[in-house]
């Protein structure tokens, strides 16, 4: 996605994403720009549908259902041996930095994540995941054409900002 930013922040549960996806929509964002990704395919595919946001990658098709969350199990191919992790190839996929939030997905949050156009939109855009609860925000500066996916999401990885305490407790409870 040439000259797009994105914005993206973790939540707690699929409650709290889902209200800031709702409160992105209010604000005028478009909902295909908006991404919700979840601790696998399966639950991701049915947050989409409730929501009628976009699917993550590895989220459009069944295949990524073989494909551990954490890379950790499954040979599709004992040639290639063991898969990259479901979530991390997603991550990667959305320019987003998998250091940071690979993890939290993990441990059951959700990463939401919007295309901006513009700079007003990065900033409305971080704005309303602050005010919305997310756990941690970050973004994704604007992407050159020539950069790989791998590219911005290492560059995306400079722009995050916790909205947690020092014990790791949410700043929004």
């Known amino acids: 996605m040439e000259n797009t930013s994105h914005v993206f922040g973790i ?30 395919s399966p639950t991701s595919r049915d947050f989409a549908a409730d929501k009628h946001t976009r699917l993550p990658p590895l989220a459009l098709d069944q295949h990524g259902d073989d494909v551990a969350p954490d890379g950790s199990w499954g040979l599709l191919d004992p040639q290639c041996g063991p898969q990259a992790g479901s979530i991390f190839s997603a991550l990667v996929e959305m320019e987003i930095s998998s250091e940071w939030a690979e993890g939290a997905v993990l441990e059951g949050k959700v990463l939401v994540s919007v295309d901006c156009v513009d700079p007003q939109g990065v ?11 997310a ?19 290492k560059a ?18």
């Open 11 to 40: 939540y707690e549960t699929q409650e709290h994403a889902g209200r800031a996806v709702d409160g992105f929509v209010r604000n005028g964002f478009d909902l295909r720009s908006i991404t919700v990704l979840c601790g696998d």
């Open 123 to 133: 900033r409305l855009g971080t704005e309303l995941l602050n005010s919305t609860g």
């Open 135 to 153: 756990l941690e925000v970050g973004f994704s500066p604007t992407r050159d054409a020539a950069d790989t996916p791998e590219q911005v999401a």
């Open 156 to 173: 995306s990885a400079d722009h995050i900002r916790s909205n947690r305490d020092a014990e790791g407790q949410s700043l929004w409870r």
